[in-house]
């Protein structure tokens, strides 16, 4: 029996400091995929939705970069609900709507999710 052998990613991952890199750099990914995907569902662009929510347009484009390597809250609700969007945070079968902007003529879902 030949013993399997691993991938760069498995061999990588089992490196602490690899490991807490990637985990902030994919982080950065999904909140700029995010953003990228409720604009585009949107057809919103930059400077518009930074005018709408009372940022700099750079702000915008430094998230929808990956740049920002962190967003306020406050701020996330903000650019979610200008594109017609809510925050929602479940546990088991309770349920918070955190930003109540989710536009009733939208036909668009986005899930993603992180385990």
Excluded: W
């Amino acid at each position: 029996m030949s013993k399997k052998a691993i991938s760069t990613y498995e061999r990588e991952m089992k490196k602490p400091a690899f490991k807490k890199a990637f985990g902030k750099s994919y982080k950065e990914f999904l909140l700029s995929e995010l953003l990228i995907a409720m604009m585009e569902a949107d057809d919103i662009s930059v400077r518009k939705l930074a005018k709408e929510i009372g940022l700099s347009p750079t702000v915008i484009q430094k998230i929808r970069s990956g740049e920002q390597d962190d967003v306020k809250v406050s701020n996330f609700v903000r650019i979610v609900k200008a594109c017609g969007y809510s925050v929602i945070l479940e546990k088991g079968d309770e349920r918070i709507v955190v930003g109540n902007g989710a536009r009733k003529n939208s036909k668009q879902h986005l899930h993603f999710v992180h385990t």
